[in-house]
C-alpha cells in the first residue's frame, strides 16, 4: 500500500499523457495490481508502517484526479491507505510472512487469481 506503486502501476497499464500518441503502443491494460493490499498487511509490525507525509498526501491527490477515477479497487485501497494516515512497502510483507511465505502467498494470490484489476 504505496500511493507511488500505484502511479507506477497505472503509468504501466494506461501510458502517460506525456508520451502522446505512442502512449497505447506501450501500455499494458491487462495488468493487474499484485502488490500489497490492506488484508495482506494484517499483523504486520509496527515498523512497517510509514506515516504519510504532505507530498504523500498531495500524490495521493493527484492520483485521485487521474488514474483512481475510472478504478475502484484501487481507490478503496487508496482510501484505506488516507484513512489509517500511514504507508507500507512491499518489504513490510516479510514481517508478517517471513522470507518462505512471502514467496508461499505471492504464488497462490496468483494461482487464486487474487489481484486488482
Known sequence: MDHAGVAILGLY???SVRMGLESPRYAVPSLMWLGVCH??????DEEVWQP???RDRA???NLRNGILQHNAPW???VDLMEEWGSKAELEGLYSVY???GFSEMLAQ???QQEYLQ
Not at 488484508?39 to 504486520?44: I, P, R, S, T, Y
Request: proline share 0%; charged share 25%; hydrophobic share 45%.
Open 52 to 54: 504519510l507525509t504532505d
Open 109 to 111: 494470490r496468483v494461482l
Open 75 to 77: 481507490t478503496q485501497e
Open 59 to 61: 500524490m495521493i491527490g
Open 13 to 15: 497499464k494506461w501510458g
Open 98 to 100: 517471513g522470507f518462505a
Open 39 to 44: 488484508d495482506m498487511l494484517e499483523g504486520a
